[in-house]
């Protein structure tokens, strides 16, 4: 076994993990495959330059293979730092632009224990030992390192330390662990793009250098110790049942709204892993949020999760991700959800919609506190955000308007409401939404005519009313249309239609 012990004397340890902003926070622990390279080949260039370049190669590509990790006790945290932004020198009254310096305070040992698989030759183990104990920092400058090569003699601590381990096939974390992505070398080792600058991977349009790829790793959930409160009497209150989660979506482009039934399939897929049985379940159970009953028969009522997307910009791009449950969540489904946003989330290669996206929990809760307010407040009009397709196919003689309208007042009585008095088909780039269920395998030679709708009601109705086909992944979503504001949809569609 090959070991590297990165020990921090300053305890901590500051790097932003690939593809990630610096004000976001984050911080890459354990550090990348990637990252470690990177920084023993410029330690050679800098440092070491006597070494023999073959032996350097070799060992090089020897620890392009994932590595397994040992991690000490840790917390996360941060310093804000303000500086003086472009007005200060206008005149004007200046202003300051906030920066992030966020870190992992390491506690224990404060080492880091990096492992691959296999033993090194005599002379690669004294090249690879040189570079470790030359290596100043690792990350940010401000992470001193002291790094050395341990031998087969050495232990390594197991019991303050957690592990770090690879996955496989895109398997999930097991209950108690969280996902993380990390930045790997391909195999056999590309040293060209080892060595590109980001600025230089950035002028090409790549989102990652050549020769790299993501790994997924698993780790178990970390709780930093914190004294209980004092106990203080509280007055009994009624829990409040959650029938609503908000997630917001980060990532290099936010999916288009024709993306809204891929997205949705894919989260609710996470979502359900860890309940399914063989995922740490003996057993099947019920559950609103798969919509399925403990024999697995699907649920009926429309109570179980809906998956909604949210355009808050209107610029038809999915900035949320809205799960709404009538029938409400248990705790166990609400670590389910929280359990699929960790890592990147996306379909897989091969199938149309988008990929390696981040999904934060922002909210949860009733509804009625939940929900954007513009879903719930009560209106007679609401207008089609997502295109709605019917279930059924049309009657012979039947025209298109008679087909959206009847079907649509159809699936309102299943919903407890009533039908529409006016109803109006919307053009528009409906029929560019994606229609089928990628993990269901359906086809293109199931798709249906798909229309926006505007429906007018006598009697103001509470939404959100999600329609038609595929209502619980996104499609069909009608949202409440202001008398006094101008029909944004509908100008839309008019626009693509001309």
Known sequence: MITLALHFPWKRYHATPWGHFVNEGAVELPPSPWRILRALYSTWKERCPDLDADQVHQVLGRLSSPPTYRIPPHHLSHSRHYFPDSTHRSGSSAGTDLALDAFAVLGGDATIYVQWPGDLATDQAKTLAQLAESLPYLGRADSIVEARLLSSADDTPTDTHTPAVQLHDD???????????????????????????????????????PGSRLL???????????????????????????????????????PPLTQTLPLADTLRSRCIKPLTPGNGRQAPRHSNLAGKAADGTPLTGHHHAHFLPWDTNHDRRIDEIIIWTPGGLDTEELDAIHQATTGTIGVPEGVPG????????????????????????????YTSLTPFVPVRHAKKRQTLTEFFTAEAARELAHRQHPAPAQSKLLQGDWPLYAQHRWTKRETRNDNRPSRGLHLTFDEPLSGPIALGRHSHFGLGLLLPTPTSEPQAHQRHAEHTEA
């Open 171 to 209: 398997d999930l974390a097991p209950s108690g662990w969280t996902n993380l992505e990390l930045l790997a070398p391909t195999i056999p080792l590309d040293l060209d793009g080892l060595t590109m600058r980001p600025t230089d991977v950035r002028a090409r349009s790549l989102l990652y250098p």
């Open 216 to 254: 997924s790793y698993a780790t178990p959930l970390t709780h930093p110790h914190t004294p209980p409160p004092a106990h203080r009497p509280r007055a009994k209150r009624k829990t409040e049942k959650i029938t609503a989660v908000r997630l917001t979506i980060n990532g290099l482009a936010l």
């Open 354 to 381: 988008p990929r390696r996206l981040h999904l934060r929990v922002t909210a949860y809760g009733a509804a009625t506190d939940v929900l954007p307010a513009e879903w719930t407040k009560p209106a007679t009009r």
